[in-house]
Structures are given as structure tokens and as C-alpha cells.
């Protein structure tokens, strides 16, 4: 069996022993910086996740409007609005453009939730039952 090798200087047991100062510091920096980025896009998810929720909800009321529409007579369509849950819906009627029988819906809904209000288009057509 192989002794292990002693060292005739002493000074280079501590010199090898452990990290120095400056690796720990690299080290932390290191860390540090990346659990920093990790928070930086936590709260761009955050963000972006809002923002998808409040498209979702103004697409949910525009549908919810336009079928309310549908299930007028063609004759009595109208412009409008109306308000639900922090939105706006507006909405303009133009019948027999461009096809005869037929009504183009524009819904403009703004959600004015949150510091940046969505606002999002959908237009509609609608055919008259003969």
C-alpha cells in the first residue's frame, strides 16, 4: 500500500485547500445575475399572461354580443352599444353591403381593466333567412 505523499512546505497544504475569495465572488455574481434574469421574466410572464387573459375576455363578450344579434330579426338590426365587466362594446350595422341578404357587424371592445386598454376588432356577417 502506497503512503500518501506529505509536503515538505506546509504553506502549500493551505494554498490548495478549498476557493479563494475570488472564486467565491465570481461565483455569487454569477448566481446572482441569474436568479435577477429569472425574476426579469417571471414578471415579463406575468405580464404577457395578463394581457392574453384580457384578449380572451373581450373575444368572450364580442361572441356573446354578436349571437344576442343573431337572434334579432335581420329588419331590426341596429347600431349600438353597451358596457359589462370594465368593456365597452360598440358595434355599427351596414345591411346589403357587400352581398344582397346579407348584414356586416363591425364590434370594436375595449377593456380598460389595466394601465394599457385593449382594444380588439371583429367584424361579422350575418346572412337574412329567407
Given at each position: 500500500m502506497m503512503k500518501p505523499r506529505r509536503r515538505l512546505n506546509p504553506q502549500e497544504d493551505r494554498n490548495d485547500a478549498g476557493f479563494t475569495m475570488v472564486e467565491v465572488l465570481i461565483a455569487l455574481f454569477i448566481f446572482v445575475f441569474?436568479?435577477?434574469?429569472?425574476?426579469?421574466?417571471?414578471?415579463?410572464?406575468m405580464r404577457t399572461n395578463l394581457r392574453a387573459r384580457q384578449i380572451t375576455e373581450a373575444s368572450t363578450l364580442a361572441?356573446?354580443?354578436?349571437?344576442?344579434?343573431?337572434?334579432?330579426?335581420?329588419?331590426?338590426?341596429?347600431d349600438g352599444n353597451a358596457a359589462a365587466d370594465g368593456a365597452t362594446l360598440n358595434w355599427t350595422v351596414t345591411t346589403d353591403d357587400p352581398i344582397p341578404n346579407t348584414a356586416t357587424i363591425v364590434m370594436n371592445i375595449t377593456l380598460s381593466g389595466s394601465r394599457n386598454p385593449v382594444t380588439r376588432q371583429y367584424v361579422y356577417h350575418i346572412t337574412r333567412k329567407i
Open positions: 441569474g436568479i435577477l434574469a429569472l425574476g426579469s421574466m417571471q414578471i415579463t410572464a361572441t356573446q354580443q354578436i349571437e344576442r344579434l343573431m337572434g334579432t330579426a335581420y329588419e331590426d338590426l341596429a
